[in-house]
Nanobody, 118 residues
């Protein structure tokens, strides 16, 4: 299984980006039953959880991104998205997707870099 994250880049404060994370070589039924997460790691800081979408499509967000970020999941494409709106310089980080299977197995994507200019 590989998680391929994409969509990062440079954006001005107040702008938007949409990150994607595709799970390749994962059976569709497994992806559908998997909780997917986005984490981020800013320079010099620990990795933090940003957003979660469960297999039941329940969503949870870090307080710092609530009302600005939206996590969604397209099971048919085995892809999870993170729509990031009204970006702030503090959102600058490498963003990682994370799959937490019901079996307990976990996978991490390679990360996609987001830079926000003020």
């Amino acid at each position: 299984v590989q998680l391929q994250a994409s969509g990062g880049g440079l954006v001005q404060a107040g702008g938007s980006l949409r990150l994607s994370c595709k799970a390749s070589r994962m059976i569709l039924s497994v992806f559908s039953s998997t909780d997917m997460e986005w984490h981020r790691q800013a320079p010099g800081k620990q990795r933090e959880l940003v957003a979660v979408i469960t297999s039941a499509r329940r969503t949870m967000y870090a307080d710092s991104v609530k009302d600005r970020f939206i996590i969604s999941k397209d099971n048919s494409k085995k892809t999870v998205y993170l729509q990031m709106n009204n970006l702030e310089p503090e959102d600058r980080a490498v963003y990682y997707c994370h799959a937490r299977l019901q079996s307990g197995v976990e996978y991490w994507g390679q990360g996609t870099k987001v830079t926000v200019s003020s």
